[in-house]
Antibody
Framework: QVQLVQSGGEVKEPGASVKVSCRAS????????MHWVRQAPGQGLEWMGW????????KYAKSFQGRVSISRDTSAKSTYMELSGLRSEDTAVYFC?????????WGQGTPVTVSS | EIVLTQSPATLSLSPGETATLSCRAS??????LAWYKQKPGQPPRLLIY???NRATGIPQRFSGSGSGTDFTLTINSLEPEDFAVYYC??????????FGQGTRLDIK
């Protein structure tokens, strides 16, 4: 069965960076692109970016450009989202989501807290 | 950037009633619209893709309609587990996507 398993929660200080992983199983990793979406406490869903897991091409939301980097390791069947220059407003749950007909499978979410 | 506006913000209904949720796009997005349901502490779950296609395992009481700029998610005969937050999402400028702000469906 398809599963996306994300890394555990993180607590970071302002200005630091965080890297969240998403390990896929149950399907051919390079056949499906991956998106990253975040959700601040009590708020809606915010798209961060996308990666073509086959060739590594990426696209980022304008609001995150320059701060976010999405990568993949095909041998590990994993994608990674790194966000730099963290500020308190980046406190959120970060999700990876597989793209097929819609975002059909989601990771469980990784809470990231930014606090001094 | 394409903006999706969902209405109402909150909808209060009783089990067995029919829910009608709206999503309006700021420009033509053809049929490139999906709907998701999210319960507290869980990731979103895909319900509908390409405006009217039910995702795998989604009950028939969920249906989607619309094209262009106006879309509707209808939930017939509400079950207790249907009370959640619902989001629409567009992919007309793929691979970028955007989400609506959500509609909360509450038990009356």
């Amino acid at each position: 069965q398809v599963q996306l398993v994300q890394s555990g929660g993180e607590v970071k200080e302002p200005g630091a960076s965080v890297k969240v992983s998403c390990r896929a199983s149950g399907y051919t990793f390079t056949s499906y692109a991956m998106h990253w979406v975040r959700q601040a406490p009590g708020q809606g869903l915010e798209w961060m970016g996308w990666i073509d897991t086959g060739n590594g091409n990426t696209k980022y939301a304008k609001s995150f450009q320059g701060r976010v980097s999405i990568s993949r390791d095909t041998s590990a069947k994993s994608t990674y989202m790194e966000l730099s220059g963290l500020r308190s407003e980046d406190t959120a749950v970060y999700f990876c989501a597989r793209e097929w007909e819609g975002l059909d499978y989601w990771g469980q979410g990784t809470p990231v807290t930014v606090s001094s | 950037e394409i903006v999706l506006t969902q209405s109402p913000a909150t909808l209060s209904l009783s089990p067995g009633e029919t829910a009608t949720l709206s999503c309006r796009a700021s420009q033509n997005i053809y049929n490139y619209l999906a709907w998701y349901k999210q319960k507290p502490g869980q990731p979103p779950r895909l319900l509908i893709y390409d405006a009217s296609n039910r995702a795998t395992g989604i009950p028939q009481r969920f249906s989607g309609s619309g094209s262009g700029t106006d879309f509707t998610l209808t939930i017939n005969s509400l079950e207790p587990e249907d009370f959640a937050v619902y989001y629409c999402q567009q992919r007309s400028n793929w691979p970028s996507v955007t989400f609506g702000q959500g509609t909360r469906l509450d038990i009356k």
